[in-house]
Structures are given as C-alpha cells and as structure tokens.
C-alpha cells in the first residue's frame, strides 16, 4: 500500500519552517502522532489549527492540566446524572449508553470525516499520563467497560502533541512519535512572522523594536522571556501610541506588554541601562 504524503505548507496566518512543514506531512502519511516540543510563544498550539484550515478538517483540542487522566479523553462514565435520574424517575436508567461521554480522543475516533486532534501540553499531566495512551494511540480503539463496546476509529485522525520541555517524557511513548523541535525564531523568520499581523508597519519602528525584543531575550536573569505574541502586541501599543522609535532603547515603553514580573523589568532596566521616563 503506497502512502501519500500531506499536503500541509502552512497557511496565510501560520509562517512554517521547511524543517516543520516536513515533520508534519511525515507523521501524516506514517499515522504517528508528531509532538512538538519549544519553549511557550513559538507557536506550537497554532500550528494544529493551521494544519486543520489548511487541510480543511475539524480540530479538535484536549487541553491538558495536571489533574487530567488519560481516560477522560477517551470517556466519561456520568454516574451522578444516572443516580439522579434513578431518584427521580427520569428516563430508562437502564440504557447506560446514555451516560457514556465521549471524551475529546473518543469524539476524534467516531468522527465521520479525518479530523485533526491537538493534545496540548501533555507534560502538565503526571509520567503516567502519556504510557497510558499508547494502546489507544497505537491500535486506534478502545473498550468502554460500561456497555461492553469497543469504540474503533473511523479515520487515524492527524494527532499533534505540544510539550513545553518541562519534564521528560517516556522513552516508549517518545518512540511511537514523530518529533520537531521548534526553536524560537530568528530576526528573519520574525520579521516574516511580524508581516502576518501588521499591514503598514514602520520599517524604523519594527527595527527598534526587533532590536529591543531580542536584547531583552538574552537578559540572563530574566524568569519568564517573552514570547511572540507578546512582541506583536508591543509592536501593537507602540504604533497605537505613536511613541518615536528612537525612543524605545531609551526607557523601553509598555514594558508591561512584554514583561510580567517585577523582578524581570528591573533585571532588564539594569543590564540595558534604561532611562526613567520623566
């Protein structure tokens, strides 16, 4: 059986490397999962959307958080709804089927069409979490024990696992992925990023700030960096405020737009010896 590779180049508001771009048509036509990995704000989570608008497919999210367990994307068995319903007389309580909900892995395998799954920051989730995946992920199906069904996928939907690089995940789960790692971009790749969002951009403006966004990235005792959404809502405020670009460098305006602690504002106000706007 010959495999087609996926059509996936991007899209008008998702600037993509040739290295990701490669990534994602391999796992598609091999049916693996692809998990990216990156430090926040380089646009992990954007890319399941722009594979489903570029390919036209539904996408469906699974945001995890440190309580989720692996079964609640596939189902949820609603005891509490049968037990009130028991008390008071609503409907045949015998039918269990009725309180079997899906979970976003299950929606993704009785979908009619190939839908697009994003599985979002599986490291916030405990070690077990991703090992307790890989028969569904594998074999595609699952048994719900309740009714005694076992629920196949109509289509291997297109799987995308974000990782922020916190914490390892397991060798046997890493093995039946196909893995990118997205690096934070360059000044051009940027710039191309940057052009997504603005129309009339200032060339001296964005220079400025460009110059800016990066000096303050490689301010060492920084905790939290900012990130690309966080440049374009500055570049934003700056064209909104009207503020000249020549004074960026001096006292670093809306520095609360790309920095979040008080203890980063101070670090950068330091090492870049910024002026107190007076």
């Known amino acids: 059986m010959q495999h087609h590779f996926g059509d996936f180049a991007g899209s008008a508001d998702y600037v993509v ?14 049916g693996k999962p692809l998990l990216v990995k990156g430090e926040p704000g ?42 009130y319903d028991s008390q008071f007389n609503e409907g045949d309580v015998a039918d269990i089927g009725k309180y079997i909900r899906l979970g976003k892995l299950g929606e993704a395998f009785v979908a009619k069409e190939q ?24 074999r595609m199906e699952f048994y719900i024990h309740e009714t005694k ?6 289509n291997r939907p297109i799987v995308i696992i974000t990782s922020n690089a916190e914490k390892e995940l397991p060798d046997p789960f890493l093995r039946r992925c ?35 966004f990066y000096e303050i990235r ?9 990130s690309t959404s966080e440049l374009i809502d500055w ?23 790309l920095l979040k602690k008080n203890q980063d504002i101070d670090a950068v106000s330091r090492k870049l010896g910024l002026q107190k706007k007076g």
Do not use: C
Request: aromatic share 8%; glycine share 4%; hydrophobic share 45%.
């Open 115 to 138: 839908p697009v799954l994003l599985i979002d920051e599986i490291d916030k989730a405990d070690l077990e979490f991703p090992n307790d995946l890989l028969w569904e992920l594998d």
């Open 149 to 154: 069904e076992t629920i196949r996928a109509k």
């Open 218 to 226: 490689d301010v060492r005792d920084i905790q939290k960096k900012p």
């Open 42 to 83: 380089t646009g992990k989570t954007m890319l399941a959307e722009s594979i489903a608008s570029s390919l036209g497919k539904e996408l469906l999210v699974w945001s995890v958080k440190s309580t989720t367990k692996a079964r609640e994307g596939l189902y949820v068995y609603d005891t509490v709804q049968r037990l």
């Open 235 to 257: 570049i934003r405020a700056l064209q909104i405020s009207g503020v000249p670009a020549e004074k960026i460098a001096e006292y670093l305006p809306f520095a609360g737009v």
């Open 17 to 30: 490397t040739p290295e990701l771009m490669h990534a994602v048509n391999v796992s598609i036509a091999l």
């Open 178 to 212: 196909v893995f990118h790692y997205i690096a934070f971009p360059d000044k051009e790749q940027m710039k191309s990023i940057i052009d997504v969002h603005f129309d009339d951009l200032e060339a001296n403006l964005l220079e400025r700030a460009m110059e800016a």
